[in-house]
């Protein structure tokens, strides 16, 4: 069975940019395994684009992957990064969710992201950061891992951010 899909986009531009006269019109051919894209570049840009720009936002939480963790970490500077490396049947991990959102209302300062590690495309992420058990965070500066808690251990979570927080 394969479906295929149409899609048609207004151009991307910032207030930076002029105004383009151009649409993009491209198909992605989509079959029970697998998902085909254009051969030029331009479609390949576009669809590259777009895939990055679905990163999900919940509240002040970016769900990341190997493609969008590092340039994020490299943008947030000197800011302190959490990052949740979670499964969605991991029940520590359910427990923790509301508790990692609701840091992220508190902690403005401080860029809080999610790895679902059990998705496929997430999986050399966890693997290059060495997961071992989950929940585990990840509390970086300067885009270096500076400490770590595993388990749902929610008051050793906020001991470190404040840790790094005040280095």
Not at 33 to 38: A, H, L
Not at 147 to 163: H, M, N, P, R
Request: charged residues 25%; proline residues 6%.
């Amino acid at each position: 069975m394969a479906l295929n899909l149409s899609l048609s986009a207004p151009p991307i531009r910032s207030p930076q940019q002029p105004l383009l006269h151009y649409s993009a019109k491209h198909t992605i051919a989509v079959s029970s395994d697998r998902v085909s894209y254009p051969k030029s570049s331009v479609s390949r840009r576009v669809v590259t684009r777009v895939r990055s720009s679905l990163a999900v936002k919940v509240g002040q939480v970016t769900e990341v992957d190997k493609d969008t963790f590092w340039p994020l970490v490299k943008a947030a500077d000197d800011k302190t990064v959490v990052l949740d490396m979670y499964t969605q049947w991991c029940g520590p991990c359910k427990v923790m969710a509301p508790k990692f959102q609701e840091l992220s209302q508190k902690y403005l300062d401080v860029v809080f992201l999610k790895l679902d590690c059990n998705q496929e495309n997430k999986q050399p992420l966890a693997k290059e950061l060495g997961i071992k058990v989950v929940p585990t965070f990840k509390i970086l500066k300067d885009s270096k891992v500076v400490k770590e808690v595993t388990g749902a251990k929610f008051d050793d979570l906020v001991l470190a951010i404040e840790a790094v927080r005040s280095s």
